[in-house]
């Protein structure tokens, strides 16, 4: 059993790591009403994580491979437990949202090292296990994050983040005992201005389509950062075509098929868990579900989900990643469309049989997104390849996030409007922060009836609207797949493990 050792640290962190992406959902309504968050700052709790993931996690495989794999892992399992604690302890919105920044950096930290640590721990047959086992956490974390934050919140908000401290502990005794230190033989320096750029421009662009969902789109704080982000990472594209040692080579996307794996991946985390932030503050703040209830009604995704990624995975590597990848897509935009049948005389079952086909979606297309992208570079490119296909995924469950905020108080404003409630736009931006019940309570007691219907119906028509966005980003997602991926060959898609060792052999390459 002692050979399994190093998959369990490294399985250890990658689980926690991923599982705070959505861990938060299900308590932002008791943190908002105890922090007493406005609309952006509960939407920056959640994105501001998944941004962090996404600008750095192809930086920290460089310092992976400069410095030394378990070194950077160990680094950043202790930044994430200090970070974790600061979220924990907040005393304010903006606290959170920094601590929640900082944890995000320590997690990409270990996502850039876990491959390369599972192939220099493991070989042959041992190796195709442990990156299976690998996959299966990957596959669960995110869908099991909803169950676990409405478990935990049971005691409080904050202790799904101190939950962190204990498992943060065995993951590192673990580290510490069985994994050996790792580097990259000659490994470039980091791409510092790749790195920077990058970050400025996404968090730009994010910062002003989160600004979007409460202002107005003439507001300069809504498309300045937007537009300042667009020129940013006009600046990093330019750059990373000219530095000898790229954090991406940008050069990849000319290759159709890299870009439509890319585009999939993006599309599979905004139409598959963006929209799940504001079911959660359906479930609780309007038909008023506790957060472990809250978090049960997620269990279709999730079960649904592992079982088909652990049952049919290594069959679905067998298939052609283009038909898997853009198959799995369309499923997860029909399950988001099913989503769209809630209406404001629903409750939670209505949510089920959406869930269920999400589910099967996600279990369809998550397990392929790896190999079908290491499928489509130079071998010398495998590792570049890997981090990228991170990088998009968390990008998408960020920029979804904030997408989804305008679509939603726009349209509950317009309901709100419509049913002559005074403020609509306030008290649609207040919805999606969660003050349902602030709102309800500081109007004339006569009028809080009808303003509690009002604000019902105004809710479900928002999310409506978010889950038709998300099912047509799903089916648009399969689409391109379909349109870009090129059909190999038989034979010609790498068998799982391989590809996803030939990953790891060169996590960083530059040349």
Known sequence: MRKWLPLAAICTGTFMLLVDVTIVNVALPDLAADLGTSSSQLQWVVDVYALALAALVLGAGSLADLFGRRRLYLGGLGLFAVASLACGL??????????????????????????????????GRDRGTAFGVWGAVVGAAAALGPILGGALSELSWRWIFFVNLPVTVLAVALTLIAVEESRRDGAPRPDVPGIVLFSLGIGGVVYGLV????????????????????????????????????????SLFAERSFTGIMLGALLLNAAAFSSSLYTSLWLQSILGLSPLQ?????????????????????????????????????????????????GPGSSWPVLLPGLAVLGLGVGIANPTLASAALATVPRERSGMASGAVNTFRQLGFALGVAVLSTVFTARAASSLADAGTPDASGSAAGLVAGQAGRIIGSAPAEARAGLTDALAAAYAEGLRSVFLVCGLGGVLGGVLVLLLV??????????????????AREPAARS
């Open 211 to 250: 600004e979007a969902g409460g202002g107005s789109w003439g507001d300069a704080l809504v498309w300045g950062p937007i537009a300042a982000g667009l020129v940013v990472l006009a600046a990093w594209v330019l750059v990373e075509r000219r530095v000898a040692a790229p954090m991406l080579d940008v």
């Open 294 to 342: 809250g978090g049960l009604v997620f269990v279709p995704l999730s079960l649904v989900s592992f079982v088909v990624a652990g049952a049919a995975g290594r069959f679905l590597q067998t298939l052609s990643p283009r038909l898997v990848l853009g198959g799995g897509l369309v499923v997860v935009g029909a399950g988001s469309l099913l989503l769209a049948l809630v």
């Open 486 to 503: 090129r059909a190999a060959a038989p034979g010609q898609e790498p068998e799982p493990e391989r590809a996803a060792a030939d990953g």
């Open 90 to 123: 907040a005393p304010s919105a903006d606290l959170l949202v920094a601590a929640r920044a900082v944890q995000g950096v320590g997690g990409a930290a270990m996502l850039a090292t876990t491959i390369a640590l599972i192939n220099t721990s493991y070989e």
